[in-house]
């Protein structure tokens, strides 16, 4: 995500066979009980799924997203947040990172941050309402939210003039405003006049180095110097929430962004003074070995109900051959070469880049039966959490930021009205915040439709819904709350009663409406902009 961006200028689109962006939840409807009226998420045979930040990336199939780079499937957490979004509901957000903790958060009224941000680079369309309200959702359930002007990204990495940047960052801020972002209850700013996030991007940036950013973003000897600072910036603002306090924090993106958060979460990591694991004897294991190490600990402990040495657990670990290989290979050399010595759970303690004074206070915090080591405590009565709570506390006693690794929720991108992928650089394929609503209306009328040849065909077989930009709109944008009608204009669809040239009519009607009523707002909030921290005059930069 890499940065609290919406999805990039040039949205990537979603794969008509693989959109099932228009599939349901909650009471109206359940699409784990109702497949037929939801596609499995992907295109069989689909390409390989490439995420960049700045192209315009494809994912041709979401399922892919959950194998390759581990993004959670939705689904699994939904019945845990009160009162979901409609876009969580219908499986427009289809994955998330972490995002467990900030439905506990919600619950439990804890405090918790979203943030997300904007490159201004051309006009706000629908697609990047999608973030909008995902932000204003979470502020409304009580989140810290913010929403950032991605403009040195905007600079360096689209070339765009400051005068440019200034007109689309107003539009964009005044969008936000109209749709209900509270600047009073919230934050707005520009990367480039956020001096406090410039200086945790510069501490970020000791912990990161271009062979990383080669790896992750392609970055070559081309690459400028300010594209790569950018990228800094970004993880900066990701983390920027939490300078205050630690606290959960959730960026809303699109799945393109994934680079940038996964990123993000590694620095946090990293600019922890201490790191905590479980582990079982004094040797360092990997995570693979540590669980082989944990289930022959386990079983040894069953079946002699006494005293298990790192000998024992080898022996155990090559008379049973579990999996992976490798693993357990090396691990049955460390037990090994541990010998007699106790295998005993523990929670370690590791000094990653805390001062002297620092190892020594939490030294000294550990209590009860702990080892002490030069760059590690192994304590033996605390479990992981207590452990992970004492060493934040003692990071941010030390003057340490504390940090918790951020979440992420990942929406679907919106299919153009031509078909395709949505597009700032091509009119007819999306529809500007800031279109004339009679043109808004047209474009909607203009629109592909999943519909079958003939009306009479229409009516044997049922319309394609998930194959429709219009009944996308629908979902995503025009049935706003309401599921139970966005559930019949499916219905209707599929069973053959709603015909494309009425259905295009009424999504028209609505989006003009929409679009009178937003233009309204926009330019009743329009004052509020002198009253906000936030500059849009280069002139005065």
């Known amino acids: 995500m890499t940065s609290e961006r919406e999805p990039t200028e040039e949205e990537s689109p979603v794969?008509?066979?693989a959109s099932d962006g228009r599939g349901w939840r909650g009471e109206a409807f359940d699409s784990r009980e109702d497949p037929a009226l939801r596609t499995d998420g992907g295109a069989a045979g689909a390409d390989d799924v490439t995420l960049d930040p700045w192209g315009s990336s494809t994912v041709a199939d979401y399922r892919k997203l959950f194998e390759d780079f581990g993004i959670e499937e939705f689904d699994e957490v939904l019945g845990e947040i009160p009162d979901p979004h409609y876009l969580m509901r219908r499986g427009v957000i289809f994955g998330h990172r972490d995002y467990r903790r900030i439905a506990?958060?919600?619950?439990?009224?804890?405090?918790?941050?979203a943030l997300s941000g904007f490159m201004p680079t051309g006009d706000p369309h629908i697609g990047h309402k999608l973030v909008f309200d995902e932000l204003i959702w979470h502020q409304k359930q009580g989140g810290d939210t913010y929403g950032l002007i991605a403009d040195l990204e905007a600079h360096s990495a689209r070339g765009m003039t400051w005068e440019e940047i200034d007109q689309h960052a107003r539009?964009?801020?005044?969008?936000?405003?109209?749709?209900g972002f509270d600047p009073d209850d919230g934050e707005l700013y520009r990367q480039s006049d956020n001096r406090v996030l410039q200086d945790l991007a510069f501490e970020l940036g000791i912990e990161a180095n271009f062979s990383e950013l080669q790896a992750i973003y392609g970055f070559d000897g081309e690459t400028d110097v300010s594209h790569m600072q950018s990228v800094v910036t970004q993880m900066a603002d990701i983390l920027y929430p939490q300078l205050d306090e630690p606290k959960p924090t959730v960026i809303p993106v699109g799945p393109d962004q994934d680079p940038h958060v996964r990123l993000a979460r590694d620095l946090a990591a990293r600019m922890r003074y201490f790191g905590v694991t479980e582990a079982y004897a004094s040797f360092e294991a990997t995570p693979e070995e540590r669980d082989l190490i944990g289930f022959a600990y386990d079983q040894l402990r069953e079946e002699t109900d006494g005293d298990v040495r790192c000998e024992d657990a080898a022996e155990w670990l090559r008379d049973h051959r579990p999996t992976p290989v490798e693993a357990r290979q090396s691990a049955v050399e460390k037990l090994e070469a541990a010998g007699k010595e106790p295998l005993r759970p523990r929670v370690r303690l590791l000094d990653q880049r805390a001062d002297e004074d620092a190892f020594e206070a939490l030294i000294e915090a550990v209590g009860g039966e702990k080892r002490v080591y030069d760059a590690h405590v192994d304590a033996f009565e605390m479990d992981r959490t207590e452990a992970e709570e004492l060493a934040r506390e003692v990071e941010l006693d030390h003057g340490g930021y504390g940090f918790q690794m951020p979440s992420s929720i990942y929406h679907r991108f919106m299919t153009g009205l031509t078909g395709g992928k949505m597009s700032s650089s091509i009119p007819a394929s999306h529809i500007s915040l800031l279109d004339d609503p009679e043109e808004g209306y047209d474009k909607v009328k203009a629109?592909?439709?999943?519909?079958?040849e003939t009306a009479e065909k229409q009516r044997e077989l049922g319309g394609k819904a998930d194959e429709c930009p219009v009944y996308e709109l629908y979902a995503y944008l025009l049935a706003g709350d309401d599921d139970e009608f966005a559930r019949e204009v499916y219905d209707e669809c599929v069973g053959g009663e709603r015909l494309c040239g009425g259905c295009k009519e009424?999504?028209?009607?609505?989006?003009?409406?929409?679009?009178?009523?937003?233009?309204?707002k926009r330019e009743a909030v329009e004052e509020k902009l002198d009253e906000l921290d936030i500059s849009f005059d280069a002139a005065e930069r």
Request: proline content about 0%.
């Open 15 to 17: 794969d008509q066979q």
């Open 104 to 113: 506990e958060a919600m619950r439990d009224g804890e405090e918790f941050a």
């Open 171 to 179: 539009d964009y801020v005044l969008s936000l405003l109209a749709l």
């Open 447 to 452: 629109a592909t439709t999943g519909g079958r």
């Open 506 to 520: 009424q999504a028209a009607e609505l989006m003009r409406e929409f679009l009178e009523e937003h233009q309204e």
